[in-house]
């Protein structure tokens, strides 16, 4: 009994004093690692500069959009953003059964192209004068039946 009391003591001494029973070797870093001042003169903060335009970084060259959409409730719709003067190339392919009505508009609701897609039909034009903004390709069926599985291939693309 006198070994558990004394155990039990020297455990609550253990514990009050915040040591523990394994000790551990703190490592201090060296003046070589730590932090240093380079310049102890203030820091100067001018908020004043204002960029007044946007910087852009033209793209001239690249896929925008190249994907095979399957839909199962009869719809689709993709986007895609146009910078400055820019050729944009539209690739649209009907790869499944059933025809579709495609629309292609500005954030404005102004329509640029529509028409129907037969079965392994394509649409494919090259628009020079699209101004600078997002577009929108939707593509539906316009059938009064359920929904009918819809395939198709899109490429959007700048050209030179």
Do not use: W
């Amino acid at each position: 009994m006198k070994i558990y009391k004394l155990a039990q003591i020297c455990t609550i001494c253990l514990v009050l004093s915040g040591c523990s029973t394994h000790s551990s070797q703190t490592e201090e870093p060296s003046p070589a690692e730590g932090p240093r001042v380079i310049n102890d003169e203030p820091v100067e903060l001018d908020i004043t500069q204002e960029k007044t335009e946007e910087e852009r970084i033209p793209i001239t060259r690249g896929d925008m959009i190249d994907a095979q959409i399957i839909s199962p409730i009869g719809e689709s719709h993709t986007y895609f953003t146009t910078y400055g003067d820019s050729k944009v190339k539209v690739y649209l392919l009907n790869t499944g059964t059933e025809s579709f009505l495609y629309k292609i508009r500005n954030a404005d609701d102004k329509k640029v192209a529509a028409g129907v897609l037969k079965m392994n039909e394509s649409f494919e034009q090259v628009f020079t004068d699209l101004p600078e903004g997002d577009y929108f390709i939707s593509c539906i069926v316009q059938e009064e039946e359920p929904p009918i599985d819809i395939a198709l291939s899109v490429k959007v693309e700048f050209v030179e």
